[in-house]
């Protein structure tokens, strides 16, 4: 099946900063669980780790949506229909 091209409403810088946004937010997300010390409250450490997992969901949605045209619409709903068991 072809992939036709994909027009996107944003203009190339528009689109180059929401993906530098992006960027930083996964960088960000990364570090979180390491923040919270299982020694000091192993639920916070947790919570903290599930919330940066459901954030890296997020962000990949984002710059695959932002950034792959090969990443069709239905593979993107994925990561947010909470009816789909992959649901992060």
Sequence with gaps: MA??????PW???RANICLS????????VRMLP??????ADEQA????????GRLLRIS???LSGLGDDAVSSEELKKY????NDGQG
């Design 11 to 13: 203009s190339d810088e």
């Design 60 to 62: 990949s949605l984002l």
């Design 80 to 83: 947010v229909d909470f009816n």
């Design 21 to 28: 946004g992006v960027y930083e937010m996964d960088k960000i």
């Design 3 to 8: 992939t036709e091209a994909v027009k996107h």
């Design 45 to 52: 450490h947790y919570a903290v780790r599930a919330i940066a």
């Design 34 to 39: 390491a923040l919270v010390s299982t020694d």
